[in-house]
């Protein structure tokens, strides 16, 4: 399963050919995994309804995760891993956190997620066919 950080969905939706190919075949193949904060934040960012209820269309028809503690063991793991001295917020280590409840990988486009992502949890387009 792949989770998708909102950089990557920003690319999707503006129809970027390198990210556009890869992620329709892992949506066709139902191996995307959405959560909640990630859609909040591409929700923001909506400039009218039409985009807002685009994104909503995306949301209601992915798998979702039960993210029942997932901020506390956020907040955990970034102070384990002091991630916020890294300028990596809460957010980002949610994600990470849901990535490894999971065992999903994650892909971003964002270079200080990306830097502290622990290498087993990192998504490199082209392993589209080999995610499980």
Do not use: C
């Not at 399963?1 to 503006?14: A, G, H, N, Q």
Request: no cysteine; aromatic share 10%; charged share 25%.
């Amino acid at each position: 399963m792949v989770i998708l950080d909102t950089s990557v969905w920003i690319e999707f939706f503006k129809a970027n050919d390198e990210i556009y190919s890869a992620v329709k075949i892992l949506l066709e193949s139902r191996k995307i995994i959405a959560l909640e904060w990630i859609f909040a934040e591409l929700l923001q960012g909506a400039k009218n309804k039409r985009e807002s209820d685009f994104i909503l269309d995306y949301w209601n028809n992915i798998s979702k995760i039960d993210a029942q503690g997932i901020w506390i063991e956020a907040g955990k793991y970034s102070n384990t891993n002091k991630l916020l001295s890294k300028g990596v917020g809460l957010i980002d280590a949610a994600i990470m956190s849901a990535a490894l409840r999971l065992d999903a990988k994650v892909w971003t486009l964002d270079r200080k997620l990306h830097a502290v992502l622990p290498v087993h949890l990192r998504f490199q387009s082209g392993q589209e066919d080999s995610i499980q």
